[in-house]
């Protein structure tokens, strides 16, 4: 794997340094009951006190070691105290066990020449062990439009694929289209009737055919293509199907595209139902020709431990219970037909095949039964590949009705017939709020939350909205820096200055808190990727605008220019940092846009 810019992770930085002080204190003997081997299994845990006053960073391992240790935790701390080898850091044992770290100005100083000096790789770091990821969300049937749901997953999906890149993995991202089985029919059939209705004919739609207007407008583009000669006229409900299809996926790219979302690969469903030329052999056939062979089906009237249903037939089931599933699943029915998990199982297999260490699928909360039986398909061909499924609650879109003026849910548009489009999302005359708001709000709640989408407070121009305060304060640096490079001649620089004492030449308290807060880039993403959580990463960059705005306010810029110029130039890098890690998370992480003008 091509290596990336390392940027500090300060939190890493010190937990190293507390490991490699009780490896010290450890083998000089100082620890009490501890042994040298005991000492290299403790983690260390590094955290951001809420009160500054207790100093930068705090570690409370030592509370964690008294048991082992028979020591007190104030004395254990101590101990680690006078090992630890952290020049221009300053350590103070308090709260009767907690080591506290102060950063000093020349570290300070150092890290924020780092930050300058990798400018758009500032945030990426490198983990000892990198994986292969294959991370696959959205997925939906290329029937009718995406659906706000689906919008989450592309924003979440997109976005966490991003944080794991940024955390030094290899992650690519996969769109599973399910191209197979009686909806594609439908989809024909459907095509096929608003095609004729077009041409003069009083056909009606079947009852559970797809009763949306795009189909409609699929249609007449049918028509115009054999109006122009391009195409003949559909005979068979092949042909209208594979029209249809053709036009959804295009559709539903197009749209995944507008939103910022990308994909490295699209796998067909149909893949796995079409024999393989040389062994005649479906990708379904053979996985369960190999389950098989591992001894993991068996036929039966049911399923291990229950008694059969009166006038129940045998059936092929996957013993999915010696993974963790409830209950053995069904993968071919007594006809010979397969199964919806059938399929599952003959994907997962291809993507094992494939050679990830890691698999991660992101599904919708009706989903939430898969689990056990996605699991079982991976470990029955490899318990040495990892499945995460990260399960994620839906969306709920609200406006207030301008006659009662109260919210009230919007539930269906015009163009579907039954369900608001993530294309109305973004751009509706009535509803949409564009790609950045969309995919602010769709990723502002933990995944595991209901989304409550409020499509008046999207669209506000003003700082209640936060992508409008957030994407202010981006502008606000790069105008700032623009008129001190165009009016005042200013030279930026990446040498960040301290005074003859070696200090930070900073004046204000709103100063220090703001590095600090830029500082902490690399250890935000690596908890958000680590976490899964592309959620704090929209509170990051609220509380990055929260602090700029706080130093903007306080700390006087312009007037410095003479009066004293190390100030000014220190308080100017902050402005570019600000700058700079605002673009990195709006662009690089969020997938959002960073105007440099409001």
Known sequence: ?????????????????????????????????????????????????????????????????????????????????KHLDLPDIETQVAGGGYLNFRLGDPFLAERLQELLHLGENFGKTAIPHPERILLEFVSANPTGPLHVGHGRWAAVGSTLANLLHWTGHQVEREFYINDAGNQMRLLGQSLEVRVRQLQGEEVALPEDAYHGSYLVDIARRLLGQVKAGIRPLPTTLEEYTDFAYGEMLAWQKQTLQQLRTEFDHWFSERRLHTPDPQTGLSAIQQALQELQERGFLYKAKAPRGEDPKPGAEEAVYFKTQEFGDDKDRVVQKADGSFTYLAADIAYHRDKVQRGYHRLINILGSDHHGYIGRLKA???????????????????????????????????????????????????????GVGVDAARWFLLSSSMDSPINFDLDLAVKQTFDNPVVYVHYSHARCCTLLRRLQEEEKVELTNKVPLTEQQK???????????????????????????????????RYAEAIAADFNKFYDNCRILPLLKEDPLLAQARIQLVQATQQVLFNVLTGILGLSAPESM
């Open 504 to 538: 930070l030449p900073y004046k204000e308290p709103e100063e220090r808190a703001l590095l600090l807060r830029l500082l902490a880039l690399p250890d935000e993403l690596i908890a958000a990727a680590e976490e899964r959580a592309p959620h704090k990463i929209i």
């Open 1 to 81: 794997m091509a290596t990336q810019p390392v940027s500090t992770s300060l939190i890493r930085f010190l937990t190293a340094a507390v490991a490699e002080s009780i490896r010290r204190a450890s083998e000089a003997g100082q620890l009490g009951s501890l042994a040298p081997q005991q000492a290299t299994a403790i983690a260390p845990v590094i955290q951001i006190p809420s009160d500054p006053r207790y100093g930068d960073y705090a570690c409370p391992t030592p509370l964690g070691m008294a048991k082992l240790c028979r020591l007190a935790p104030a004395q254990i701390a101590q101990t680690l105290q």
């Open 377 to 431: 398909a991976v470990g029955a061909f490899s318990p040495d590949v990892k499945l995460e499924i990260l399960i994620g609650q839906f969306v709920k879109l609200f406006k207030t009705d301008p006659q009662t003026g109260e919210k009230t849910e919007v539930r269906m548009s015009k163009r579907t017939g039954n369900f608001v489009s993530l294309n109305d999302l973004i751009e509706d005359p009535e509803i």
